[in-house]
């Protein structure tokens, strides 16, 4: 059973910003290429960043790019999203999660591919204006 410890989030004004944390244990973390996706009431999840299970290769969607970065440390079975830039518009449940060994990027769209399975039950952030 997959246990996850998701933290950071919170209210912050525009311009500011978070570190989200996502710790995992019950699961062959090394082997997975974690991905942050973010979804707000009404919409549909959006896949925000992913990286490889080395740390080696990221890769982020148009709307956060240049803005979040995505890391992770394996022998702490974490993996952390820094956000800077925050925006309104990145109002937002976070959540972490992975279904494969490599990350899901469509270069022609810019778009990450949000996992079908989340590892937890999410991280509230909000942008205010």
């Known amino acids: 059973q997959v246990e996850v410890v998701e933290s950071g989030g919170g209210l912050v004004q525009v311009g500011g910003s978070l570190r989200l944390s996502c710790t995992a244990s019950?699961?062959?973390?090394?082997?997975?290429?974690p991905v942050w996706s973010r979804q707000s009431p009404g919409k549909e999840p959006e896949g925000v960043a992913c990286?490889?299970?080395?740390?080696?290769?990221?890769y982020y969607s148009n709307s956060v790019q240049g803005r979040f970065t995505i890391s992770r440390d394996n022998a702490k079975n974490t993996v952390y999203l820094q956000m800077n830039d925050l925006k309104p518009e990145d109002t937002a449940t976070y959540y972490c999660?992975?279904?494969?060994?490599?990350?899901?990027?469509?270069?022609?769209?810019?778009?990450?591919?949000?996992?079908?399975?989340?590892w937890g039950r999410g991280t509230q952030v909000t942008v205010s204006s």
């Open positions: 999660g992975a279904d494969h060994g490599y990350c899901d990027y469509d270069p022609s769209s810019g778009s990450v591919r949000p996992p079908l399975q989340n």
């Open positions: 019950g699961l062959d973390f090394k082997n997975t290429a």
């Open positions: 990286v490889s299970w080395s740390g080696g290769a990221t």
